[in-house]
């Protein structure tokens, strides 16, 4: 069983930054590929990044490449998000996940996360 606890989030202008912190308990953190989600009002989950067990792999939604990193400690158990050039449209709630699946061409499909957290409002205003 994996806890997931996200923190961070608020409120910001648009072209401003944020991390997002994503605090996992159990110890067995480091098994786990771990992803972020997010969702804003109206519109379907759409997955953000991904990160492998170790961090030497990461994936990203296309439109948030080059503005959006993941990372992760394994040894705080901790996954991040950081996010810079925010703009108005990255409004959303941003969740976490973990993936006991290894194969990267898993990660953008939220069906095969095995644990999600609560979910933290992001809103960046104009």
């Known amino acids: 069983q994996v806890q997931l606890v996200e923190s961070g989030a608020g409120l910001v202008q648009a072209g401003g930054s944020l991390r997002l912190s994503c605090l996992a308990s159990?110890?067995?953190?480091?098994?786990?590929?771990m992803g972020w989600f997010r969702q804003a009002p109206g519109k379907e989950r759409e997955f953000v990044a991904a990160?492998?067990?170790?961090?030497?792999?990461?994936l990203y939604a296309d439109s948030l490449k080059g503005r959006f990193t993941i990372s992760r400690d394994n040894a705080k158990n901790t996954v991040y998000l950081q996010m810079n050039s925010l703009k108005p449209e990255d409004t959303a709630v941003y969740y976490c996940?973990?993936?006991?699946?290894?194969?990267?061409?898993?990660?953008?499909?939220?069906?095969?996360?095995?644990?999600w957290g609560q979910g933290t409002q992001v809103t960046v205003s104009s």
């Open positions: 159990g110890r067995t953190f480091s098994s786990y590929a």
């Open positions: 996940a973990a993936s006991a699946s290894g194969y990267s061409g898993h990660w953008r499909m939220g069906a095969l996360y095995d644990y």
């Open positions: 990160i492998s067990e170790t961090g030497t792999n990461t």
